[in-house]
């Protein structure tokens, strides 16, 4: 950070408490080569300017008046004559042209004219520059202003990435409401100690308590491969450091009363990096048709990669999904990803055959004024790149639909439970944690069945980062109260975040989460619910 930045900040950081103390000495003398500069007074210029113009009128108008009464006395005319003689006899091509002759008796007529005209050029010019505002004089910046100028340099703009439309022609999608703006406006933030300054990147759409407040980090820790000269900026180490020890146990008692202080959660909810992905990430062409939002893109240490019959084209083995560790820091329990769009149905089919996926957890409407996914299954059945899909029985409760899917691929076949919710209302969370609740534990039964070391269970929204990171936070979490009888939401979070960034998106999201979990304490413990 600028040395101005830190004296920015200090100054700021100092408050009243700087004002009331002795006043400090006088600053030395600046050398010779840099004299101050002290910037004009306002309307110097135009004050200077009237009083010229004052003095210009003042002698015109007398010298117009001498004329007026010297043309009145009738000496005009013999005055006029006499100045036309002189000239007339030292410029000897006015004698040849004969100006008597073409004059005539009428002389005099002519300076009149001229006179006159003289009287309205010398009015009008002045009336112009008493009318004319100046321009104001160019003021210097202030000083604060020139250190936050200064401090406010972005080190990667938004447009260069953001703002290009030369790839909206391959795929035109309407963006999500969710989904983080990058601002590269960079907001000072004064730590415990005040030589140490976190740059903190903020959103256009960032507002305190509403549906879209986010606190947007632009580092990825953890995403580069080391040895290849790659060092990380003190904002990165302070924000993988943060990801990796965050940890905030929650007893009983406790946790009910921290699901009831939305102040308490909010300020713990904007303490936590987003660890979303620098889109200088990933450099492959025609990677936007794989993206149903240009800011959602998956971290790359636990990126999903598809097998590829070609290892020459990086296109084909992509698709916006990370793994997701479980409770207990299990590896590759869920595999969290985007709503397919219409150019990724066969990518998402490929990954669950691949993955050998049992279960597929659904959190969104097909649209939600826009839209939010793909019908990627089929009504009957459907085959995507050599996968076969046949839907077998449809199950209709009051919050999700079950369908029975069986998976074919040349000899070998599998059984798939797609899990539908439908309660989540449209740009906010729900007003019951119930139903939730009711789905990840149908979600935990039907996983069992499937045996101890289960295939991931593949959850998607639409971005594939706030309700899909509410359900798999709230699984993990569930599954810690009944093992140990505590609870650590902000450990899970900032776990869920290491692996896919931007889970749980919204700080209303997290609350909800504090809820669910309230209300399946007081399950266990036999309470009756609020």
Partial sequence: VPQPVGMEALDQAEGPAASQRATPPPPPASPPSEPAQKPPPRGAGSHSLTARSSLCLLAASQFLLACGMLWLSGFGPIWTQNTTDVVSSALTFLERLG???????????????????????????????????????????????????????????YSEWMEEKVEDDFLDLDPVPETPVFDC????????????????????????????????????????????GYLMSPREESAREYL?????????EELH????????????????????????????????????YKTILPNPHSRVCLTSPDPDDPLSSYINANYIRGYGGEEKVYIATQGPIVSTVGDFWRMVWQEHTPIIVMITNIEEMNEKCTEYWPEEQVVYDGVEITVRKVIHTEDYRLRL????????????????????????????????????????????????????????CSAGIGRTGCFIATSICCQQLRQEGVVDILKTTCQLRQDRGGMI???????????????????????PPE
């Fill in 99 to 157: 100006p008597s002759a073409w004059l005539g008796p009428g002389t005099w007529d002519v300076p009149s004219l001229l006179l006159i005209s003289l009287c309205v050029i010398l009015v009008t010019t002045l009336v112009w520059l008493l009318l004319r505002t100046p321009p104001e004089p160019p003021s210097p910046l202030p000083a604060e202003d020139r250190r936050q100028s200064v401090s406010r340099q972005p080190s990667f703009t």
């Fill in 257 to 292: 009363e921290k699901a009831l202080d939305p102040f308490l959660l909010q300020a713990e909810f904007f303490e936590i990096p987003m660890n979303f992905v620098d889109p200088k990430e990933y450099d492959i062409p025609g990677l936007v048709r794989k993206n149903r």
């Fill in 185 to 228: 406006v960079m907001d000072i933030k004064l730590e415990a100690d005040p030589t140490s300054l976190t740059v903190k990147a903020m959103g256009l759409q960032e507002r305190r308590g509403s549906n879209v407040s986010l606190t947007l980090d632009m580092c990825t820790p953890g995403c580069n491969e080391e040895g290849f």
């Fill in 405 to 460: 899917i069986a998976l074919r691929s040349g000899t070998e076949e599998r059984g798939l439970k797609h899990y539908w919710f439908t309660s989540w209302p449209d740009q906010k969370t729900p007003d019951r944690a119930p139903p939730l609740l009711h789905l990840v534990r149908e979600v935990e039964e039907a996983a069992q069945q499937e045996g101890p070391r289960c295939a991931p269970i593949v959850v998607h």
């Fill in 505 to 527: 998106q919204t700080c209303e999201q997290y609350q909800f989460v504090h809820h669910v979990m309230s209300l399946y304490e007081k399950q266990l413990s036999r309470q």
């Fill in 244 to 252: 990796l020890s965050a940890s905030r146990v929650l007893q009983a």
